[in-house]
Nanobody, 115 residues
Framework: QVQFVESGGDLVQPGGSLRLSCAAS????????MYWYRQAPGKERDLVAT????????NYADSVKGRFTISRDNAKNTVYLQMNSLKPGDTAMYYC????????WGQGTQVTVSS
């Protein structure tokens, strides 16, 4: 059974940092690209960052480029999102998923950026 368990969200002040983690299970993690998405209240879920199966290639939404870093540890079946210089506009529920997956999402982890 494919599962994604996100963690690390919190309330943080503008300019602060957070590191999100996503533990994946139920498939051969090292064979799949992984994605981070986010969904703000009343908005659609948007793609934030992607990482190739080997971790050698990454891509970012323009809104987070230069501030967020996606990484993975294939030995731990975990993908990370390091978020720096956080802004109120980054407030959202954050989710991860693998490539070519149309099934259920994880529960997400809430990031709130506010003073």
């Amino acid at each position: 059974q494919v599962q994604f368990v996100e963690s690390g969200g919190d309330l943080v002040q503008p300019g602060g940092s957070l590191r999100l983690s996503c533990a994946a299970s139920g498939f051969t993690f090292r064979n799949y690209a992984m994605y981070w998405y986010r969904q703000a209240p009343g908005k659609e879920r948007d793609l934030v960052a992607t990482i190739s199966s080997t971790g050698t290639s990454t891509n970012y939404a323009d809104s987070v480029k230069g501030r967020f870093t996606i990484s993975r540890d294939n030995a731990k079946n975990t993908v990370y999102l390091q978020m720096n210089s956080l802004k109120p506009g980054d407030t959202a529920m954050y989710y991860c998923k693998r490539a070519n997956w149309g099934g259920s999402w994880g529960q997400g982890t809430q990031v709130t950026v506010s003073s």
